[in-house]
């Protein structure tokens, strides 16, 4: 079992910016991959970014390149998303999602197969 946390979260200005955190319970977590997905209210969950388990290879939806940044730590356990001129179409619950298979598609969420609860984003106008 993988136990992923999510932090980070909270309200803020368009324009604005927020880090988000998603802590791993194992340290086996340098063999993963990881990502993150947000899901708005009445939408589905979609994908953010991905990266590799080196961190060497990352990966962004249309929606948030350029602005967000993903990146980990893999002698904390972490990893990270930047996020930078937030809109207030990026309100959304953040989950971060591990593949421990080494089968995921980075913009698949059914290939991932364990997730954090969830951190509230929420950007006012």
């Known amino acids: 079992q993988v136990q992923l946390v999510e932090s980070g979260g909270g309200l803020v200005q368009a324009g604005g910016s927020l880090r988000l955190s998603c802590v791993a319970s194992k340290r086996t977590f340098i063999t993963y991959g990881m990502a993150w997905f947000r899901q708005a209210p009445g939408k589905e969950r979609e994908f953010v970014a991905a990266i590799s388990r080196s961190g060497g290879s990352t990966y962004y939806a249309d929606s948030v390149k350029g602005r967000f940044t993903i990146a980990r730590d893999n002698a904390k356990n972490t990893m990270s998303l930047q996020m930078n001129s937030l809109k207030p179409e990026d309100t959304a619950v953040y989950y971060c999602?591990?593949?421990?298979?080494?089968?995921?598609?980075?913009?698949?969420?059914?290939?991932?197969?364990?997730w954090g609860q969830g951190t509230q984003v929420t950007v006012s106008s």
């Open positions: 999602a591990a593949d421990t298979l080494g089968s995921a598609i980075a913009g698949d969420m059914k290939t991932y197969n364990y």
